[in-house]
């Protein structure tokens, strides 16, 4: 069965130019064309397609309002955008609003055609996935073992993998308890560096090594810590991180759920479709921020972004290096329109001291106030 896909664009030859580059593609079949957002809206409900490739810039409504208004009325449609502008601001906007994929033009059969293929089967595995959810729910079915906690912010510098290396740490303690730590974070990964272990192979070095995963295989893969967590490692070198796709992180993440009883995975800094996938995974999204204004603003665009992906319900606000400077919690709350889940206490001090060590101040420094407050996010969790 091929394919279905809707093009919307006010241009004519626009419309007439992405047919032809799909013309040979026998597994894609175009079978709608609209002009401006309310066409495409309306030819959504109407023909159900698999992909919408959505223009941005379009008379009456534009691409983004559109898409809104698509993955709220069609969730089972998957849009890409498609744009000559390729700024960073399109990429949130698109993403806030539900878009799967980016694609700026020009661009070729190929890169068109392996977009709409991707995104199609991804958006099958999610639509499949909460089906599974439905029925789970409705029937009562048992629940895999594990329990995934992601550790998610967009602002750099509010001590995401800080707290998701000692998290991880604060739950081994229990030895009856298995814990794997993930660091999807390719670009910037620093797991292993906070751990001090030395990171002989990665996530990227899995990947390479043969399509089909299991957990015999994995365990090659899971460098040990003397706490008696496993960590599967970022790669020193980010050069291989396309490798990354959401279906291996899919999984990936399904494999270590049945196998350990906590996955916590840091998240990278930004929207892609690997870490959307490890969010989607998630039973809790711990978003953090600081008292800064910078840090407000980036976690209030996060929560619409992430409600703009079915997530919110799973998020967690998590108020990292909690002092009496800046914005008080009322404020924050005020502004993010939810209540703060947890705070932990600010320690600059003893944070700097144990990214030094290697040590987890968790384990260094149990007592410290800051240690306690991780112990006391993970109770508010159910966890342990």
Same mark, same amino acid.
């Given at each position: 069965m091929a394919i279905t896909v809707v093009i919307a664009d006010d241009i004519p030859t626009t419309r007439d130019d992405i047919k032809r580059l799909?013309?040979?593609?026998?597994?894609i079949e175009v079978i709608g064309e609209?002009?401006?957002?309310? !066409?495409?809206?309306?030819?959504?409900?109407?023909?159900?397609?698999? &992909? $919408?490739?959505?223009?941005?810039?379009?008379?009456?409504?534009?691409?983004?309002?559109?898409? !809104?208004?698509?993955?709220?009325?069609?969730?089972?449609?998957?849009? &890409? $955008?498609i744009s000559i502008q390729g700024e960073n601001e399109y990429l949130k906007k698109a993403m806030a609003a539900g878009a799967r994929e980016y694609l700026i033009k020009p661009f070729s059969s190929k890169e068109l055609s392996d977009t709409i293929r991707r995104v199609y089967e991804n958006q099958q595995k999610r639509n499949s996935a909460l089906g599974v959810q439905r029925a789970e729910k409705k029937e009562g079915s048992l629940q895999k073992k594990g329990k995934v906690i992601s550790v998610f912010s967009t602002k750099g510098g509010v001590g995401k993998t800080v707290i998701a290396v000692n998290l991880a740490s604060e739950l081994i303690k229990d030895a009856n308890k298995k814990v794997v730590l993930v660091d999807l974070d390719i670009s910037a990964g620093d797991v292993a560096l906070l751990l001090n272990v030395a990171p002989t192979t990665s996530i990227i070095d899995l990947i390479k090594e043969q399509e089909e995963i299991n957990y015999e295989f994995l365990q090659v893969f899971l460098l040990p810590h003397v706490s008696g967590l496993k960590i599967l490692a970022a790669p020193e070198n980010p050069e291989f991180s396309e490798y990354l796709t959401s279906n291996l992180v899919e999984e990936i993440i399904k494999i270590l759920k049945e196998n350990f009883d906590y996955v916590i995975v840091d998240v990278p800094s930004y929207y892609s479709d690997a870490g959307i996938s490890a969010l989607e995974a998630s039973e809790h999204i711990l978003l953090l921020l600081n008292q800064d204004i910078s840090s407000l603003k980036r976690a209030k665009i996060d929560m619409e972004i992430l409600k703009k992906l079915n997530l919110d319900q799973k998020v967690k606000?998590?108020?990292n290096k909690k002092d009496n400077v800046g914005f008080t919690p009322a404020d924050i709350e005020k502004a993010l329109g939810i209540k703060i889940f947890a705070s932990i206490a600010g320690d600059e001090k003893t944070v700097i001291s144990s990214i030094n060590k290697g040590t987890p101040f968790v384990v260094g420094l149990p007592k410290a106030k800051i240690s306690l407050s991780v112990a006391e996010l993970c109770q508010k969790l159910n966890l342990g």
């Open positions: 799909l013309y040979f593609e026998k597994d609209a002009s401006d957002g309310y !066409e495409a809206v309306s030819l959504a409900q109407e023909l159900n397609p698999d &992909v $919408i490739l959505m223009d941005i810039n379009m008379p009456k409504m534009d691409g983004i309002e559109a898409t !809104e208004r698509i993955t709220t009325l069609n969730p089972h449609t998957a849009i &890409v $955008i606000i998590i108020l």
